[in-house]
């Protein structure tokens, strides 16, 4: 099984500060999905990011894929309270199956 | 066009008791899948069921099994029930088989064993 890991597994910042978040493994990916996930609710997809290198961007957040494809980075400029969620990445495994890290945990206190 | 849904959205079982949890795919999605999440264990692989069979499996006890009907609806059972079954149980439908980049999950079902 390959393993994601994100860090931080907590951050709690003030609206209108930046973050980043991050997902790494030691395995390539042949694409990697970010999801939202709130109180109560299944998880959002936000982006999936196939190519090495990829950047994209979706309104205040900021999604990045390594060179490698092992690992990504979501970025998040001037947090607002309705960024507030666990964020999951997921890579497909050979098996088909999508694996999920255990999400960052992200509180953005008005 | 209505998303997936899932019930009962909420259960309380008894230890070594059964349950059937039920989701209902966006209309015209032929895949169904099975997740559990826990604090501990994260979001993990129950299984996956297209066209009434199951396609694919995760490394989880024989006391969960599912099933798929034609109308593409699928439940899961968890018989004997454990203090560790307590989590939230995902559903997520797709178009296809062996899509699991293009799925949409349910608000789940969260079953609390005591």
């Known amino acids: 099984t390959q393993l994601l890991e994100q860090s931080p597994q907590f951050l709690s910042i003030q609206e209108g500060e930046n973050l980043t978040v991050y997902c790494n493994s030691s395995s390539v990916f042949s694409s990697l999905q970010w999801y939202r996930q709130e109180p109560g609710e299944g998880p959002v997809l936000l982006v999936t990011v196939v190519t090495g290198g990829e950047v994209k961007k979706l309104k205040r957040l900021t999604f990045q894929f390594g060179d490698a494809r092992k690992d990504s980075s979501l970025h998040i400029t001037a947090a607002q309270p309705g960024d507030t969620g666990l964020y999951l990445c997921?890579?497909?495994?050979?098996?088909?199956?999508?694996?999920f890290g255990k999400g960052n945990q992200v509180v953005v206190i008005p | 066009k209505a998303g997936v849904t899932q019930t009962p959205r909420y259960l309380i079982k008894t230890r070594g008791q059964q349950v059937t949890l039920s989701c209902s795919p966006i209309?015209?999605?032929?895949?169904v899948s099975w997740y559990q999440q826990t604090p501990g264990q994260g979001l993990q692989f129950l299984f996956e069921y297209f066209s009434e069979t199951q396609r694919n499996k995760g490394n989880f006890p024989g006391r969960f099994s599912g099933r798929q009907f034609s109308n593409s609806r699928s439940e899961m059972n968890v018989s004997t029930l454990e203090l560790g079954d307590s989590a939230l149980y995902l559903c997520a439908s797709s178009l296809a088989q062996g899509a699991p980049d293009e799925q949409y999950f349910g608000p789940g079902t969260r079953l609390t064993v005591t």
């Open positions: 209309s015209g999605h032929r895949s």
């Open positions: 997921a890579g497909v495994e050979g098996n088909n199956r999508l694996a």
